[in-house]
Nanobody, 115 residues
Framework: QVQLVESGGGLVQPGGSLRLSCAAS????????MGWYCQAPGKERELVAT???????NYADSVKGRFTISRDNAKDTVYLQMNSLKPEDTAVYYC?????????WGQGTQVTVSS
């Protein structure tokens, strides 16, 4: 099991940047995959980006070239650097950890992109 706590969300203007952090309650070195998902009002939760234990990344087409996922195993933390933010990026962002077939979620952090 693992508990995940997100932070770093907030209100930002279009074109701005935010960095989300996801702190895990245990060492993440052996966690298969970690990632970020988002859920906008009235929509289903969808993948934003994932990173494997070996550092292989995967991104939704809508964020390629703008967002970067990274993990710091020494700090048991996963990050999502979000640049060139757009109003359509507005959503609650959730951290996810996959340990074998089990998925664990954080409580989410709100990101609002608005002028």
């Amino acid at each position: 099991q693992v508990q995940l706590v997100e932070s770093g969300g907030g209100l930002v203007q279009p074109g701005g940047s935010l960095r989300l952090s996801c702190a895990a309650s245990r060492n993440i070195f052996r966690i298969n995959d970690m990632g970020w998902y988002c859920q906008a009002p009235g929509k289903e939760r969808e993948l934003v980006a994932t990173i494997t234990r070996g550092g292989i990344t995967n991104y939704a087409d809508s964020v390629k070239g703008r967002f970067t996922i990274s993990r710091d195993n020494a700090k048991d933390t996963v990050y999502l650097q979000m640049n060139s933010l757009k109003p359509e990026d507005t959503a609650v962002y959730y951290c996810n950890a996959r340990i074998f077939s089990n998925h664990y979620w954080g409580q989410g952090t709100q990101v609002t992109v608005s002028s």
